[in-house]
T-cell receptor, first 109, second 112 residues
Framework: AQRVTQPEKLLSVFKGAPVELKCNYS??????LFWYVQYSRQRLQLLLR??SRESIKGFTADLNKGETSFHLKKPFAQEEDSAMYYC???????????FGTGTRLTVIP | DAEITQSPRHKITETGRQVTLACHQT?????MFWYRQDLGHGLRLIHY???????NKGEVSDGYSVSRSNTEDLPLTLESAASSQTSVYFC???????????FGQGTRLTVV
């Protein structure tokens, strides 16, 4: 069965500091990995997905199949990055998304 | 612009009552999902549908039901509301496999 683990419920960093939100997954096939973000009083929305290999709002995430990880990184945190972040997995050819428990990131001014 | 609309936004109900949460989308997406969001559990899938007349159970489906009579709507019914079903409920849609999911604004349900 598939599983997504986000070990940190809360993460606080200072503005300008690097930030890394951890995500590990378990799935025997080839997964599709996503990061979704929920800003205060806004809808949950897609931040990035591993197959697009792009940087969104300065965030990047690399799929490491050896370590079964998909950590989200940003070199210099901004106050507007404060939000709830969810890592999600979709299995091969499937339509469902399996979410982790989420990490609430707070960027301290 | 395409949209997902959930109603009501907030609901307080009593234990044992039947409650229906509405989800309406204008994306014309085949896939529709219901999740509940709880502290410490993240988002958990309740039910989902891949098209009209198709419904499937998710990981936390007990006590919930859905029906899909058209593309636009997937109402979620709590047959007999329980305090354990106090949560924030999110409806989502997607075009197909491994594509971006779009979420509604959520419904906060309190069962007293």
């Amino acid at each position: 069965a598939q599983r997504v683990t986000q070990p940190e419920k809360l993460l606080s960093v200072f503005k300008g500091a690097p930030v890394e939100l951890k995500c590990n997954y378990s799935y025997s096939g080839s997964p599709e990995l996503f990061w979704y973000v929920q800003y205060s009083r806004q809808r949950l929305q897609l931040l990035l997905r591993h197959i697009s290999r792009e940087s969104i709002k300065g965030f990047t995430a690399d799929l490491n199949k050896g370590e079964t990880s998909f950590h989200l990184k940003k070199p210099f945190a901004q106050e507007e990055d404060s939000a709830m972040y969810y890592c999600a997995l979709s299995t091969s050819g499937a339509n469902n998304l399996f979410f982790g428990t989420g990490t609430r990131l707070t960027v301290i001014p | 612009d395409a949209e997902i609309t959930q109603s009501p936004r907030h609901k307080i109900t009593e234990t044992g009552r039947q409650v229906t949460l509405a989800c309406h989308q204008t994306w014309n997406h085949n896939n529709m999902f219901w999740y509940r969001q709880d502290l410490g559990h993240g988002l958990r899938l309740i039910h989902y549908s891949y098209g009209v007349q198709d419904t499937n159970k998710g990981e936390v489906s007990d006590g919930y039901s859905v029906s899909r009579s058209n593309t636009e709507d997937l109402p979620l019914t709590l047959e007999s509301a329980a305090s354990s079903q106090t949560s924030v409920y999110f409806c989502a849609t997607s075009q197909g496999a491994n594509t971006e999911a779009f979420f509604g604004q959520g419904t906060r349900l309190t069962v007293v």
